[in-house]
C-alpha cells in the first residue's frame, strides 16, 4: 500500500513537473506583440519634459527586444524627433535591437480659434511637418493619444472634422492615422450623446482607425466586445493594459477580447504599463510572458 502512495506521488510529481515545463514552453513562443513605449519613460527620461529624454536609450530597446517585444509604438515625439533624436536614428536604434518601428502617439490640438471658425490650416501645417518626420522614422500608424471632452456637441463634430482631416492628410502621405481612448470618452457630451460613439459614427473609416484601450474601456464602464461588435473594424491596433501586469488584476476579459479581435479588425496589440506592483523591468517581463503563453492570444494580427 506504501509502496503504491509512493508510485501515485512521483506520477504526480512528474506530471507537475510537466506541466509547469509545458508552460515555460508555450511562454517561449514567438509572438508579434508590440510595447508602448509610455511604459519605459522612466527608463528613457522624462514625459514632461521631452528635452530630458536620454539619447542612449538603446540599452532600454535591447532589454525589451530580449524579453520577447517585437514591435514599438513611440510616446516621444516632439519638434521633428523622436527621443531627442533624428527619426533616422530612432528607427536605427529600433531595430539595431532587433524590433520594428510600427506607431507613434503625437498630436496637435486645435486652438480655440480654430475650433470657432472651422479652419484647420494652423494645425494641419503642423502635421506636415509632422507626418514627414514619422515617415522618416517608417511609422505604420499616428495616434492622437487624447481629446478632452468637448462643452458641447458642436465642438465635438469640430473636432471629428479635425480627425478626418488629419486623417486624409496622413492616408495620402501613406500613414495610417489613428485615435486612442482613455475612460472619459464614454462619458456623455451635453448629455446627448456619448464622446466615443459619436467620434466612431462621424469620422471617415477610411481616414480614421482607433486604437482601444481596453483597460481604461473597462474603468469607463463599458464593453471593449460590445464595441468590437458595434463597431467592426473599426479597432486596428489595441492597448493591452491590466490595473497593473497584465492578467493581474481579472477585472478585463482578455480571452473574450482576444477571440473577437477579427470582428475589431485588430492589425497590432500593443502592452502598456502605467502601474506596477513591484519593479517596471518585472512588470514588463510579466506582461509579455502571460500573453506568449496565452492559447488565445494568436502569434500575430498583421496580414503583413
Known sequence: MKMKVLITSLLLAGMCVMGMNGYAQKAKVKKDI???????????????????????YYPVLKKLADMGYTFVEAAGYRDGKFYNTSPEEFKKNVEKAGMKVVSSHATKELSKEEIASGDFSESLAWWKECIKAHKAAGMIYIVTPWLSVPSS???????????????????????????????????????????????????????????????????????????????????????????????????????????????????????????????????????????????????????K
Open 34 to 56: 508590440g510595447l508602448q513605449l509610455y511604459s519605459v519613460r522612466s527608463m528613457m527620461g522624462s514625459h514632461v519634459d521631452p528635452n530630458a529624454y536620454n539619447t542612449d
Open 153 to 303: 456637441v458642436e465642438e465635438l463634430a469640430v473636432q471629428c472634422r479635425y480627425l478626418n482631416e488629419v486623417g486624409k492628410l496622413c492616408k495620402e502621405n501613406g500613414i495610417k492615422y489613428g485615435y486612442h481612448n482613455h475612460a472619459h470618452e464614454f462619458e456623455k457630451v451635453e448629455d446627448k450623446v456619448v464622446m466615443l460613439d459619436y467620434m466612431l459614427e462621424n469620422t471617415d473609416a477610411e481616414n480614421v482607425f482607433f486604437e482601444m484601450d481596453v483597460y481604461w474601456t473597462v474603468i469607463g464602464k463599458a464593453s471593449p466586445v460590445d464595441y468590437f461588435k458595434k463597431y467592426p473594424g473599426r479597432f486596428s491596433a489595441l492597448h493591452i493594459k491590466d490595473h497593473r501586469e497584465i492578467g493581474q488584476s481579472g477585472m478585463v476579459g482578455f480571452d473574450a477580447i482576444f477571440a473577437n479581435t477579427d470582428v475589431a479588425g485588430v492589425k497590432h496589440i500593443f502592452v502598456e504599463l502605467e502601474e506596477i506592483t513591484s519593479d517596471l523591468e518585472t512588470g514588463l517581463k510579466q506582461s509579455i510572458d502571460y500573453l506568449l503563453a496565452a492559447p488565445f492570444v494568436k502569434a500575430s494580427y498583421s496580414t
